[in-house]
């Protein structure tokens, strides 16, 4: 007598991951879509699902530093803008505008450039706003103390929004390690 029993294909045979859903090969020891170690011991399973809500976390928390660090710049950039603009339209001084439009639009470039690296960013903007002041200053030393208290205003927010960025970037940089250390273990 014949048998009809066949063996199923290995490929058919999945095991759903428990993070993802995912259907596995049940001889996986990582799932391939989420990383969970699906073929790990249940420490093992419980350290990822830790490390899932501390990454979290560290999002977060990047993303409301970011956030602040953002926001004070782009009230730098709004402020050149408009001193550009009464430069131009209410001095007559044009090159002014035309200067202090361009520091706007590096000040934006910058802004653009804080979500991948939010410390860099933001010391760079402090350092072109001081340069800036600065070279006004040697050149023109009555601009040094014109407007100063908002210098000053401009000043203390930036080294606040470096603050931020730096704690930002601490965040983003544990995350890094994190996905690193997971690759390595892979
Ligand atoms: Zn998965």
Known sequence: MESTFTWPESSTITVKCENCTNPNSPDLKFCPNCSFPVGGA?????????????????????????????????????LTFLMGVYQGFGQDDFSGLIINCILALLYLIMIAWADKNP??????????????????????????????????????????????????????????KVKAATNRDR
């Open 42 to 78: 249940d420490e093992e399973k419980s350290q990822f699902r830790i490390r899932i809500i501390r990454n979290k976390q560290l999002i977060k928390v990047a993303k409301e530093k970011i956030q602040t660090a953002k926001i004070i710049m782009y009230v730098l950039a709004g």
């Open 119 to 176: 410390f860099a960013a933001t010391l760079s903007v402090f350092i072109l706003y001081v340069t800036v002041n600065l070279a006004n200053a040697f050149f023109y030393p009555a601009t040094l103390f014109s407007g100063i208290i908002l210098k000053i205003i401009v000043i203390v927010g930036l080294i606040k929004g470096i603050k931020s960025a730096k704690e930002a970037q601490d965040s983003l940089n544990e995350l890094e």
